[in-house]
């Protein structure tokens, strides 16, 4: 049974870094057909992509967030990540990692997601 | 702003078929397939429709989705009281973005 689970910091203060890590279990980052995505929900609103990477490496991220975001794959720890910088108040939400299959855009499998709060 | 647009809300009674609508442009809906997520209160969201009208295993037949033009629409028949939660439809856009409508809140009356 597939399982993805986010982990990271909870807080983290204006202008700095977020960093999250997805570990996956109970299947290969590297299966030739899925892509790995990250998804956030600010409280309270609704879903926003932020990007997808596939195991080789190829990347694809959201427009609005292209200049601060990046999102690496490390198939020997079987973990995908996403980094996100210079963050405001506007970046705090429910950070979900979810695996497509086929596409960069169906998410099947979602892990449970992660609030990051952005405060001083 | 959701570069897809739902309604905000929706309601019925147990038993009832409700809709929701979601729409789109050529660049999201109308060149690439609709995807339905439904969210329970507190928990992840979950693929309830793939490629406009698929049922992932274990989706009962009840819930159907559509799709014409630049619009789509997901249909639950039989509205149960576990069917409340928040809808989203979701698409690829040909700007190389994937897309989420503002989400669509049903209420089991």
């Known amino acids: 049974q597939l399982q993805l689970q986010e982990s990271g910091p909870g807080l983290v203060k204006p202008s700095e870094t977020l960093s999250l890590t997805c570990t996956v279990s109970?299947?290969?980052?590297?299966?030739?057909?899925?892509?790995w995505g990250w998804i956030r929900q600010p409280p309270g609103q609704g879903l926003e992509w932020i990007g997808g990477i596939h195991y080789t490496g190829t990347v694809t991220y959201n427009p609005s967030l292209k200049s601060r975001v990046a999102i690496s794959v490390d198939t020997s720890k079987n973990q995908f990540s996403l980094r996100l910088n210079s963050v405001t108040a506007a970046d705090t939400a429910v950070y979900y990692c979810?695996?497509?299959?086929?596409?960069?855009?169906?998410?099947?499998?979602w892990g449970q997601g992660t609030l990051v709060t952005v405060s001083s | 702003q959701s570069v897809l647009t739902q309604p905000p809300s929706a309601s019925g009674t147990p038993g009832q078929r409700v809709t929701i609508s979601c729409s789109g442009s050529?660049?999201?809906?109308?060149?690439?397939?609709v995807n339905w997520y439904q969210q329970l209160p507190g928990t992840a969201p979950k693929l309830l429709i793939y490629r406009n009208n698929q049922r992932p295993s274990g989706v009962p037949d009840r819930f159907s989705g559509s799709k014409s033009g630049t619009s789509a629409s997901l249909a639950i028949s039989g509205l149960q009281s576990e069917d409340e939660a928040d809808y989203y439809c979701a698409a690829w856009d040909d700007s190389l973005n994937g897309v989420f409508g503002g989400g669509t809140k049903l209420t089991v009356l």
């Open positions: 109970g299947d290969s980052v590297s299966g030739s057909s899925y892509y």
């Open positions: 979810a695996r497509s299959i086929d596409s960069w855009f169906r998410f099947h499998y």
């Open positions: 050529s660049s999201n809906i109308g060149s690439n397939t």
